[in-house]
């Protein structure tokens, strides 16, 4: 995977200060990683670590203090906020812990919302093809609450991937769900990326969730100190340890 020459998502030096004089706190320090097309990642480490700052600089809601981000070849570091916010709404997607689903809407029309905020279209059939292979075809006319939480995040997988993005990435996609559910959501997110072909980019605590992933990439006081290529939980757990020790 190493030898991909343009990753789909590509950081490069990425520095991230928060606030400035004595009270900075350096979040990341010079992260460099290409994660490659059409691959899973997990991105784990201690609470503080910069695992979310790391999200955020790579999915362009925040700007890194240092460093480039290239998401499919634009460097992000350059573009103005305009030209950020219709990037992110064309290239990337997003799946967060709490489903943010809008209550008022259907399913249906939850995940054909990004379409609608950028005035374009789906490909025929892509919805349909979504939701049947996400398993909710029977309930896109249902609004949230009357869908479970593992179905409920799977409307919010359809939703960002609706728009036929370079990268979606997942902040905490199971930490609201039980085992089960949770379990369903990663083989729906391992999917996206096996059959689809999508790049997923996700933030976890839980190793066993990470072990889904094809790669993990571990962070300790914002710097990337382990990447593991086809994890297990028992490696996982391993590296974390002796990271915390
Ligand atoms: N907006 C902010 N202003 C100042 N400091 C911040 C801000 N956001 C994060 N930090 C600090 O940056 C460091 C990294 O935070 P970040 O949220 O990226 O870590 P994390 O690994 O995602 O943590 P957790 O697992 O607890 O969510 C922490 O020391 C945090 O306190």
Redesign the pocket.
Known sequence: MNVDPEPAVLLDGVGKV??TGPSA?T?LHEVSHGFPRGSFTAVM?P????????LQCAAGLIRPTAGSVRVGGADLTTLTEAELSRLRGRRIGFVFQAFNLLPALTARENIELPLRLTGTRARPGWVEELVRRTGIADQVNRRPHELSGGQQQRVAICRALVAQPEVVFADEPTGNLDTRSGQEVLTQLRLVVDVLGQTVIM?T?DPAVASRADRVLI?SD?RLTDVIDAPTTARISTALTHRAG
Do not use: E, I, Q, R
């Open positions: 928060y606030g706190v979040a480490g609470s503080g670590s910069g695992k979310t700052t790391l933030v605590h962070l914002g």
